[in-house]
Structures are given as structure tokens and as C-alpha cells.
């Protein structure tokens, strides 16, 4: 009986490893990441994901796709809440403040904390209240950058020659549109230029009428301005083809401060960081939170390292508006059709 009680506790020690060892890679779970877009999936959303296959984690990706609509934001945050996720995505500004929350806000604002999250394509962090410093967030996340700041932009475009007039049409009910206008205000002063900013009327609904946009361009126009400025507006990017089309048909070069007017639509210029360079940022600061367990506030808000310059050569001829020859070997040339 001994000898039968003996070898049963022996295989019991045996055994005991084996029931108490942790899951192998391949049993593990897959990390739940939940995005939350816009306006729906696009080249940051691609950068994101290619983003995260390199780096080699096992996921599931939950997408959802706010259409332009705040209202459906809080429903996401519950979502997340509810499901439990490992980690919140968000694009744009509305989606991040709408669900990661103001520094400033009230302590009872409605968040996805304590989920970590990364943001992307928030074109002012510190400017919409986001963040108040782009070391550290202080809370449980962090983000990617994507904007060039106002100061180089316009010393890019003022190497194609001294801009005495710019025009801008925006949104003025994106946060991001009405800081961008303010700086822009602000640099009109410093380097003495005059900025001629005009908002898109709103329908009787008080939204942003798309219809007005080529009136609004043809009466700036009629002011002899020297450039359109296309800024960081969800709206008017949305409806960029139109803007730009309505300028070069009044013989005006477009600057946008995304690339995707360049390739998409005839702007002439752009200073930027591309969105799908954007994804791949944020994406990176995903991975050092899943995989490698790093607190979302010890992790800096940064972009791209090196911003990329964007002409488009046809609208550059058809408007006789030529970049310098130093500018040249900095750029990206494209044409009408983009060249690989």
C-alpha cells in the first residue's frame, strides 16, 4: 500500500509543472485593439496595421466608424468598456477628445481610462485641449503627430516667392480648423503678411454648406490673393477637389498641409507628414504598450522624424508658378497621376 501511495505522489510532482505552466505563444490570446475612425478607413488606418503586423503582435483589430457623427462616440466608449479591450485607437481630433477626454476636463468626463490608448491625425494636441504638454499626456495614453508646423509651412511656400496675401476657407466648427486660423493670424502678424480667412457658411441646419465653397474661393479671388491655404479641416479636406478646382480655375496655387490634396486633387504644394507615415508612428507606440508593457504616459507624443515636401509638377506649370531649383532636390515630384 505504501509502494501504491508512494508512486502516486511521484507522479502527482510529476505532473504538477505541467498544470501550473503558463500558456505557449501559440494558446496565448490575441491582443484586442479597438479603432475608432472618422470618416472611415484610410491611409492611416493602413499604416496603423501595417504598423503592428511588423511589429509582430498577435491581434484582433474591433473597427468601428463614428461617419462624421460625435454623438455615436460615447456608445464606443461603453463598447470598449464592455468588451474589454487591450487597447483604444483613435483617429482624428473629435474621436480623441471624445473618448480619451480633456487634460483640463471635468473629473467626471466620460473616457475609455483606464484602457490604454494611442491617437493619430490630431493636428493640435496641445491646442484642443488634448494634452497639455507633448512629453507625456499624464493619463493613459499617448499619440503621433502629423502636422508641420505653420512656421515652416510658410517658409516653404514663401521660397516659391514673398506671399503678400493668403486666403484660407475652413470649417469654423472643428476646433482644429479655428486653432489652425489663430495661428495663422498670429504668423500674418510677425512676418507681415495679410490673411484673408473665410468660414464656410452653414445651412439652415448649421452645418458647413459645401455648396458655398466655390463662391467663397471666386470672392476671395476677386481680391488678387496669392495663395489658398488648405489647413487641417476634416470638412474642407473631404471636399478638397472642389476647393482646389475652384482655385486653379481662377489661376490660384492651392498649399495644403496634408499631401493627399498633391496627389488627389492638383494642389500645388505640401508640407507634411504623411497619414499613412502617422499610423506607423502610432502603431509603434501600440506595440511598446502590448508587448513590451510600457505605461502609455512614459511614452512622448511624436510624428515622423523627417516631414516630407510634395509638388505637383503639372498644376506647377499650368499656374506658372514655379518652386525654386534648391527646393527640387528636397521634394517629392508628382504629376496629375502620381508618379511611383
Known sequence: MRKLVSSWMALMALAL???IAPPSAAEAKPKVIYLVLWRGWEDASEGFKDGLDSAG???????RNAEG???????FVAEAKALDVDLVATWGTSV?????????????????????AVFMIVSQP?????????????????????????????TVLNSFGPVKRLAVVYNPLEANSTINVKRLTQLAKERQF???????????????????????????????????????DSFMNKNGSIYVTAATAF??????S?????????????????????GVVAAGKAAAILRDGVDPADIPITGPKEPSIVINIDSALALETYPPLSLLGLSKIVTAVPLE
Open 17 to 19: 509543472p505541467l498544470s
Open 57 to 63: 503582435i498577435d491581434y484582433e483589430l474591433i473597427v
Open 69 to 75: 457623427q460625435k454623438d455615436r462616440l460615447a456608445g
Open 96 to 116: 480623441a477628445t471624445g473618448m480619451l477626454g480633456l487634460h483640463a476636463g471635468d473629473a467626471n468626463q466620460l473616457t475609455v481610462a483606464p484602457i490604454p
Open 126 to 154: 496641445i491646442g484642443s485641449g488634448l494634452v497639455a504638454d507633448l512629453s507625456s499626456s499624464g493619463r493613459n495614453f499617448t499619440g503621433s503627430l502629423y502636422l508641420v508646423s505653420e512656421q515652416t509651412q510658410l
Open 194 to 232: 495679410e490673411l484673408l480667412a473665410r468660414p464656410v457658411p452653414l445651412t439652415v441646419d448649421g452645418q458647413p454648406d459645401g455648396e458655398q465653397i466655390i463662391d467663397t474661393v471666386e470672392s476671395l479671388a476677386a481680391l488678387g490673393v496669392d495663395w489658398f491655404y488648405q489647413g487641417p
Open 251 to 256: 489661376g490660384i496655387p492651392t498649399f495644403a
Open 258 to 278: 496634408t499631401d493627399r490634396l498633391v496627389h488627389e486633387a492638383g494642389a500645388l504644394l505640401s508640407v507634411s507628414n504623411s497619414y499613412r507615415a502617422a
